[in-house]
């Protein structure tokens, strides 16, 4: 991405006023917007640094199984390479609760679902869909 914006050409101007061709205005303003995020993107990443980025993220691989159904929690625990039994246990709660809550029959209590994201080092929010 380009780090400089292209002003849009002025079809007419005065004191007040400024006239711009409509497509280019909003190709500016949507540049800006994506500006804007990228340096908001890249505060955070300074902020807590690129391997907990990482962390908190999900691939586009891992973001395609979400969108197919799997469950957060479940992403987490592969790619940590863990049982359903080891995630069980490290959050101590039972191996079938946990599979219920992997498969969407059961939400998961506040509290396990607090024990679950300790467990993986990531806030609750990340394990929501």
């Given at each position: ?21 409509r ?9 800006a ?20 980025v ?22 987490r ?25 992997e ?7 506040l ?19």
């Amino acid at each position: 991405m380009s780090t400089a914006l292209t002003r849009p050409k002025i079809i007419e101007s005065d004191d007040d006023t400024v006239t711009l061709n409509r497509d280019e205005w909003q190709s500016f303003v949507e540049n800006a917007e994506d500006l804007a995020s990228v340096a908001k993107f890249q505060a955070f990443v300074a902020e807590i640094g690129l391997d907990r980025v990482k962390h908190l993220g999900f691939t586009g691989q891992e973001a395609a199984k979400m969108l197919d159904g799997a469950s957060p929690i479940t992403i987490r625990r592969e790619r940590a390479g863990m049982t359903q039994r080891a995630l069980a246990q490290a959050a101590d709660i039972s191996p079938s609760y946990l599979a219920e809550i992997e498969t969407g029959k059961k939400p998961g209590s506040l509290a396990v679902m607090a024990a679950i994201a300790s467990v993986f080092g990531v806030p609750i929010e990340n394990l929501m869909v």
